[in-house]
C-alpha cells in the first residue's frame, strides 16, 4: 500500500515537472520549426513543417547583416562579461579583505544601486554618452554597465568565506595584494568565477533597450535590435524573424553545451534572472 | 641562522577587549619556545603580531634587537606554520614550498635544488607532485613545515600545528618537530593549549592567561616551581591539588601522594575512595578528605583495594599561595600549621563523622 502511494507521488512529481519542461521548451521548438516554414504554413497549427524550407534563412541573411550583427553582440558581451569580472573582483576583494572607513556605507550603496530601475537612469546615462560624443560607438554599450553591483556582491560572498589562512600564508610568502588575488585567491575560486561569468555574457548578450537607445544603425547594432527590424508598423516577418533568433540563440546554445555544469550551477546559485 | 625575540610592552585591544595587557618577552636565540595557555588568553594574538600578521596597539618587537614592529611579514626573516596547514590548494606539495622562493626571485635550478632538500629531509621526496587534497594530514603537516625551512627563517612560529592531526600521529609529529628543532638548531615559537606538548617538546614555556603572562621558566620550573594558583593548576594531569584555608591554599601535586593503609609519613589525611581510573601503567583515585576531593596519581594498576585508605604527602612537595592565588615562599611554619590543622584538628574530626555517618 505503502509503495504503491509512494509511486503515484513520484508518478505525480515527475508529471509536474514533465509538464514544466514542456511549457518551457515549447516557445523554443516553436521558433525552431517556424524558422523553416512558409508563409503560408507559419500560422498553421502544424508540430512539424511540411514544406521544409530555408528561404526564412536566406531572406534574413540577405535582408540583415547577421553576421556582422552577431560578431557586434559577441564583441559586447564578451566585453561587459570581462570588465564587469574584473572590476567586480577589484572591488569584491578589497572591501571583502579590507577595514576602512565607509566599507559598510559602500557596501549599502552598491547594493540599492542594484535596486535601481535601468530605466530610471537611461535618460542621463543617455545624455551623458552624447556629450562624450560615443553615440554608434561599441563603447556607448560596453562603458556604462562595466561595474556591476550584482557582480561586486556576489563576490563578495566568495571571498568572504575564502580561508584567511591562505591569504595570510601568502603574505608571509611575500606576496603583495593583487599577487595573492591573482595567484592565490582567483584560481581556486574558478567555480563560482566561471558560473558568474556565464551569467554576466547571457545578461550581456540579451541586453536590448540601452543599445537600441545608443546603436541606432542597424549594420552597427548588436543582434537583438537587428531581430527587431522583422517586425514591422506594416508587415511582420515572422519566419524570417524566427530564422534570426534562432541564429541568435546559438551562442548562448554552444556555451549551455560546453559549460553545461557551470550554468546548471550558476543559475541554481543565483536564480534565473 | 638564528634570531632572538624581543616582544617589549604589547598591548592589543580588539574593540572592548584587551587582549594583549602590557606584555613583554624575550625569546632565546635558538630556544624551542611555547606559549602555552586557554583558549582566548592571548597567545596566538601574540604570534601573530610577531609574525606582522596583526599590528600591535602599543609596543614594539625586536629580532636580533632591530625592531620590526613596521616590517612586512616577509621582511622579517620569520616563517609559519599555521594551524590548518594553509596550503595552497592548487599547487603541488613541490610548488607549494617553491612559492616563496619563486616571489624572492632565486633562480629556477637554485631554487628547484632547495625545495628537493627540504622534501627530502621531510620524507616527502616521493609525493612532491601530489595537491593538497590528496595527501593525508600528517603529509600536509610536513608540507607546511617544509614550506617553513626552505625560507630559511631567523625564527619558526607555530600556531597548534598539531592540534588537526589524531592522537596516534600527533605523538609521532612531536617527536619528528623535536628532531627538526634540533637539526635547525633555530628559534621555534610554538603555540598550544596542550600541556604535554608544551612538556615534551617547549626548552622554555611561557604561561598566559586573559593577556598576561602568568610565568615563565623551563618545563622544570613551571612544573617544580608554579608561581601562582593558575599555573599550579594549569600543569599536571591531573592538576594540582588545591586545599584552600583560612589564609590561602595549599597545593599539592597527585603524583607527590600516596594511598597507605595506615597512617604515617609526614602528614596524612583519612580519605574515601570515591573512584579510580585505571589507566594501565598508573591509576588516578579520587578521594574525599577532609580537605575537600583531592586526585591521586600512583604508579601501577588494580593494586589499591583498600576503599578507605590514608592519604599521605611530604611538606617539601607542597606549594603554598596567598588569598589571591599567589605563590608565598614556603614558610614551613606556616605549612605545618596549617597542615596540622587539616591532619588533626576539629574540622577533620567533623569530616569523618559525618562521611562515616
Same mark, same amino acid.
Given at each position: 500500500?505503502?509503495?504503491?502511494?509512494?509511486?503515484?507521488?513520484?508518478?505525480?512529481?515527475?508529471?509536474?515537472?514533465?509538464?514544466?519542461?514542456?511549457?518551457?521548451?515549447?516557445?523554443?521548438?516553436?521558433?525552431?520549426?517556424?524558422?523553416?516554414?512558409?508563409?503560408?504554413?507559419?500560422?498553421?497549427?502544424?508540430?512539424?513543417?511540411?514544406?521544409?524550407?530555408?528561404?526564412?534563412?536566406?531572406?534574413?541573411?540577405?535582408?540583415?547583416?547577421?553576421?556582422?550583427?552577431?560578431?557586434?553582440?559577441?564583441?559586447?558581451?564578451?566585453?561587459?562579461?570581462?570588465?564587469?569580472?574584473?572590476?567586480?573582483?577589484?572591488?569584491?576583494?578589497?572591501?571583502?579583505?579590507?577595514?576602512?572607513?565607509?566599507?559598510?556605507?559602500?557596501?549599502?550603496?552598491?547594493?540599492?544601486?542594484?535596486?535601481?530601475?535601468?530605466?530610471?537612469?537611461?535618460?542621463?546615462?543617455?545624455?551623458?554618452?552624447?556629450?562624450?560624443?560615443?553615440?554608434?560607438?561599441?563603447?556607448?554599450?560596453?562603458?556604462?554597465?562595466?561595474?556591476?553591483?550584482?557582480?561586486?556582491?556576489?563576490?563578495?560572498?566568495?571571498?568572504?568565506?575564502?580561508?584567511?589562512?591562505?591569504?595570510?600564508?601568502?603574505?608571509?610568502?611575500?606576496?603583495?595584494?593583487?599577487?595573492?588575488?591573482?595567484?592565490?585567491?582567483?584560481?581556486?575560486?574558478?567555480?563560482?568565477?566561471?558560473?558568474?561569468?556565464?551569467?554576466?555574457?547571457?545578461?550581456?548578450?540579451?541586453?536590448?533597450?540601452?543599445?537600441?537607445?545608443?546603436?541606432?544603425?542597424?549594420?552597427?547594432?548588436?543582434?537583438?535590435?537587428?531581430?527587431?527590424?522583422?517586425?514591422?508598423?506594416?508587415?511582420?516577418?515572422?519566419?524570417?524573424?524566427?530564422?534570426?533568433?534562432?541564429?541568435?540563440?546559438?551562442?548562448?546554445?554552444?556555451?549551455?553545451?560546453?559549460?553545461?555544469?557551470?550554468?546548471?550551477?550558476?543559475?541554481?546559485?543565483?536564480?534565473?534572472? | 641562522?638564528?634570531?632572538?625575540?624581543?616582544?617589549?610592552?604589547?598591548?592589543?585591544?580588539?574593540?572592548?577587549?584587551?587582549?594583549?595587557?602590557?606584555?613583554?618577552?624575550?625569546?632565546?636565540?635558538?630556544?624551542?619556545?611555547?606559549?602555552?595557555?586557554?583558549?582566548?588568553?592571548?597567545?596566538?594574538?601574540?604570534?601573530?603580531?610577531?609574525?606582522?600578521?596583526?599590528?600591535?596597539?602599543?609596543?614594539?618587537?625586536?629580532?636580533?634587537?632591530?625592531?620590526?614592529?613596521?616590517?612586512?611579514?616577509?621582511?622579517?626573516?620569520?616563517?609559519?606554520?599555521?594551524?590548518?596547514?594553509?596550503?595552497?590548494?592548487?599547487?603541488?606539495?613541490?610548488?607549494?614550498?617553491?612559492?616563496?622562493?619563486?616571489?624572492?626571485?632565486?633562480?629556477?635550478?637554485?631554487?628547484?635544488?632547495?625545495?628537493?632538500?627540504?622534501?627530502?629531509?621531510?620524507?616527502?621526496?616521493?609525493?612532491?607532485?601530489?595537491?593538497?587534497?590528496?595527501?593525508?594530514?600528517?603529509?600536509?603537516?610536513?608540507?607546511?613545515?617544509?614550506?617553513?625551512?626552505?625560507?630559511?627563517?631567523?625564527?619558526?612560529?607555530?600556531?597548534?600545528?598539531?592540534?588537526?592531526?589524531?592522537?596516534?600521529?600527533?605523538?609521532?609529529?612531536?617527536?619528528?618537530?623535536?628532531?627538526?628543532?634540533?637539526?635547525?638548531?633555530?628559534?621555534?615559537?610554538?603555540?598550544?593549549?596542550?600541556?604535554?606538548?608544551?612538556?615534551?617538546?617547549?626548552?622554555?614555556?611561557?604561561?598566559?592567561?586573559?593577556?598576561?603572562?602568568?610565568?615563565?621558566?623551563?618545563?622544570?620550573?613551571?612544573?617544580?616551581?608554579?608561581?601562582?594558583?593558575?599555573?599550579?593548576?594549569?600543569?599536571?594531569?591531573?592538576?594540582?591539588?588545591?586545599?584552600?584555608?583560612?589564609?590561602?591554599?595549599?597545593?599539592? +601535586?597527585?603524583?607527590?601522594?600516596? &594511598?597507605?593503609?595506615?597512617?604515617? =609519613? !609526614?602528614?596524612?589525611?583519612?580519605?574515601?575512595?570515591? #573512584? *579510580?581510573?585505571?589507566?594501565?601503567?598508573?591509576?588516578?583515585?579520587?578521594?574525599?578528605?577532609?580537605?575537600?576531593?583531592?586526585?591521586?596519581?600512583?604508579?601501577?594498576?588494580?593494586?589499591?583495594?583498600?576503599?578507605?585508605?590514608?592519604?599521605?604527602?611530604?611538606?617539601?612537595?607542597?606549594?603554598?599561595?596567598?588569598?589571591?592565588?599567589?605563590?608565598?615562599?614556603?614558610?614551613? +611554619?606556616?605549612?605545618?600549621?596549617? &597542615?596540622?590543622?587539616?591532619?588533626? =584538628? !576539629?574540622?577533620?574530626?567533623?569530616?569523618?563523622?559525618? #562521611? *562515616?555517618?
Amino acid at each position: 500500500m505503502k509503495n504503491l502511494s509512494y509511486k503515484t507521488a513520484s508518478a505525480g512529481k515527475h508529471l509536474v515537472l514533465i509538464l514544466t519542461c514542456l511549457i518551457f521548451v515549447f516557445p523554443v521548438y516553436w521558433m525552431v520549426i517556424s524558422s523553416f516554414e512558409g508563409l503560408g504554413e507559419i500560422f498553421s497549427a502544424n508540430m512539424l513543417p511540411k514544406d521544409f524550407t530555408f528561404d526564412n534563412y536566406i531572406y534574413a541573411f540577405n535582408n540583415m547583416p547577421i553576421g556582422r550583427m552577431m560578431l557586434t553582440s559577441l564583441i559586447i558581451a564578451a566585453a561587459l562579461s570581462v570588465l564587469q569580472l574584473t572590476t567586480g573582483i577589484l572591488a569584491a576583494y578589497a572591501l571583502s579583505r579590507f577595514n576602512f572607513r565607509g566599507k559598510g556605507i559602500i557596501t549599502i550603496l552598491f547594493s540599492l544601486t542594484w535596486l535601481i530601475p535601468v530605466q530610471s537612469i537611461m535618460i542621463p546615462n543617455y545624455v551623458t554618452i552624447i556629450q562624450m560624443g560615443l553615440k554608434e560607438n561599441l563603447l556607448a554599450v560596453i562603458l556604462p554597465y562595466a561595474a556591476s553591483a550584482f557582480a561586486i556582491l556576489n563576490l563578495m560572498q566568495s571571498f568572504n568565506a575564502f580561508p584567511k589562512a591562505l591569504i595570510e600564508a601568502s603574505k608571509m610568502d611575500g606576496d603583495g595584494e593583487l599577487k595573492t588575488l591573482s595567484r592565490i585567491v582567483l584560481p581556486n575560486l574558478k567555480a563560482p568565477l566561471s558560473s558568474l561569468g556565464i551569467l554576466l555574457f547571457i545578461n550581456a548578450w540579451n541586453e536590448y533597450m540601452w543599445p537600441r537607445l545608443v546603436m541606432t544603425k542597424l549594420e552597427s547594432a548588436p543582434i537583438q535590435i537587428g531581430l527587431r527590424s522583422f517586425v514591422g508598423s506594416d508587415v511582420n516577418m515572422w519566419g524570417s524573424l524566427m530564422a534570426a533568433t534562432t541564429i541568435s540563440c546559438l551562442p548562448i546554445f554552444v556555451i549551455y553545451i560546453l559549460l553545461q555544469k557551470q550554468v546548471v550551477d550558476s543559475f541554481v546559485k543565483w536564480g534565473i534572472k | 641562522m638564528s634570531g632572538n625575540i624581543g616582544v617589549h610592552n604589547v598591548v592589543k585591544d580588539f574593540g572592548a577587549a584587551k587582549v594583549l595587557k602590557d606584555i613583554s618577552l624575550d625569546i632565546e636565540e635558538g630556544s624551542f619556545t611555547i606559549l602555552l595557555g586557554p583558549s582566548g588568553c592571548g597567545k596566538s594574538t601574540l604570534l601573530r603580531i610577531i609574525a606582522g600578521l596583526e599590528t600591535p596597539d602599543a609596543g614594539f618587537v625586536t629580532v636580533d634587537g632591530e625592531d620590526i614592529t613596521d616590517y612586512e611579514p616577509k621582511d622579517r626573516h620569520i616563517a609559519m606554520v599555521f594551524q590548518n596547514y594553509a596550503l595552497y590548494p592548487h599547487m603541488t606539495a613541490f610548488r607549494n614550498v617553491e612559492y616563496g622562493l619563486k616571489i624572492r626571485k632565486i633562480e629556477k635550478s637554485e631554487r628547484r635544488r632547495m625545495v628537493n632538500e627540504v622534501l627530502e629531509q621531510v620524507e616527502l621526496a616521493d609525493q612532491a607532485h601530489k595537491l593538497p587534497a590528496q595527501m593525508s594530514g600528517g603529509q600536509r603537516q610536513r608540507v607546511a613545515l617544509a614550506r617553513a625551512i626552505v625560507k630559511r627563517p631567523k625564527a619558526f612560529l607555530m600556531d597548534e600545528p598539531l592540534s588537526n592531526l589524531d592522537a596516534k600521529l600527533r605523538t609521532q609529529m612531536r617527536f619528528e618537530l623535536i628532531d627538526m628543532y634540533k637539526k635547525l638548531n633555530t628559534t621555534f615559537l610554538y603555540v598550544t593549549h596542550d600541556q604535554v606538548e608544551a612538556m615534551s617538546m617547549g626548552t622554555y614555556i611561557v604561561i598566559m592567561n586573559q593577556g598576561v603572562i602568568m610565568q615563565q621558566g623551563t618545563p622544570r620550573e613551571i612544573y617544580e616551581d608554579p608561581r601562582n594558583l593558575f599555573v599550579a593548576q594549569f600543569i599536571g594531569s591531573p592538576p594540582a591539588n588545591i586545599i584552600e584555608h583560612e589564609n590561602g591554599y595549599i597545593g599539592i +601535586r597527585p603524583e607527590n601522594i600516596t &594511598l597507605s593503609d595506615t597512617p604515617d =609519613g !609526614e602528614f596524612c589525611l583519612p580519605a574515601r575512595v570515591h #573512584s *579510580a581510573e585505571q589507566l594501565g601503567g598508573e591509576t588516578i583515585y579520587h578521594l574525599n578528605t577532609s580537605a575537600g576531593k583531592i586526585n591521586v596519581k600512583i604508579s601501577g594498576c588494580w593494586e589499591q583495594e583498600n576503599s578507605e585508605p590514608y592519604a599521605v604527602f611530604n611538606l617539601d612537595k607542597t606549594f603554598l599561595f596567598d588569598s589571591k592565588g599567589n605563590r608565598i615562599p614556603d614558610n614551613d +611554619r606556616v605549612l605545618r600549621a596549617v &597542615l596540622r590543622g587539616l591532619d588533626g =584538628g !576539629e574540622r577533620l574530626a567533623a569530616f569523618s563523622f559525618q #562521611s *562515616a555517618g
